[in-house]
T-cell receptor, first 115, second 111 residues
Framework: GAGVSQSPSNKVTEKGKDVELRCDPISGHTALYWYRQRLGQGLEFLIYFQGNSAPDKSGLPSDRFSAERTGESVSTLTIQRTQQEDSAVYLC?????????????FGPGTRLLVL | QKEVEQNSGPLSVPEGAIASLNCTYSDRGSQSFFWYRQYSGKSPELIMFIYSNGDKEDGRFTAQLNKASQYVSLLIRDSQPSDSATYLCAVKSATGNQFYFGTGTSLTVIP
């Protein structure tokens, strides 16, 4: 596609439920990032995928958070047993294949509200 | 200490004035620096990146980098109301693939 897409655009869930967020990166982009942005805050790094390398999970806030990516395509971020503090916008970004190309292109985000 | 620090603002400037946005970072080894603009309710979009000390100009935007002072700035000349947004400074980790973002500076350009 022309840009990074994310689904759903909005998600309302009840505390304790699991949610799955999806990201479709720009075709050909080998690097993919997930960020969390709480209201009025900056972007908080969650996880990074690069090709078939092991992901950098150092930003995941707890073991309730996990993410997968199949090759260089779609990624899913799963939050288990959601808590109210998980309410935020979850942004996905992809980056070009060359290590010299460091510009990230962001998707529109998924706005998650945990009641 | 946060990896990247910005004044949260809000910063208000009159239309046509120069807006100056500042950012400091803690990782002395960082080599890549980025400015993103984020309109309310939208995702960030890249304005400029800078790798070398000094100034880099692109239209009305100038990024300035001083690695010795660990300081990055963004100047917006001839500010327009459409420049009203939150500006995020981002720094790429020297040792990994993480990008550290500041909390952003809210800019309002008053017509």
């Amino acid at each position: 596609g022309a840009g990074v897409s994310q689904s759903p655009s909005n998600k309302v869930t009840e505390k304790g439920k699991d949610v799955e967020l999806r990201c479709d990166p720009i075709s050909g982009h080998t690097a993919l990032y997930w960020y969390r942005q709480r209201l009025g805050q900056g972007l908080e790094f969650l996880i990074y995928f690069q090709g078939n390398s092991a992901p950098d999970k150092s930003g995941l806030p707890s073991d309730r958070f996990s993410a997968e990516r199949t090759g260089e395509s779609v990624s899913t971020l799963t939050i288990q047993r959601t808590q109210q503090e998980d309410s935020a916008v979850y942004l996905c970004a992809s980056r070009g294949g060359s290590f010299l190309v460091e510009t990230q292109y962001f998707g529109p985000g998924t706005r998650l509200l945990v009641l | 200490q946060k990896e990247v620090e910005q004044n949260s603002g809000p910063l208000s400037v009159p239309e046509g004035a120069i807006a100056s946005l500042n950012c400091t970072y803690s990782d002395r080894g960082s080599q890549s620096f980025f400015w993103y603009r984020q309109y309310s309710g939208k995702s960030p979009e890249l304005i400029m990146f800078i790798y070398s000390n000094g100034d880099k100009e692109d239209g009305r935007f100038t990024a300035q980098l001083n690695k010795a002072s660990q300081y990055v700035s963004l100047l917006i000349r001839d500010s327009q109301p459409s420049d009203s947004a939150t500006y995020l400074c981002a720094v790429k980790s020297a040792t990994g693939n993480q990008f550290y973002f500041g909390t952003g500076t809210s800019l309002t350009v008053i017509p």
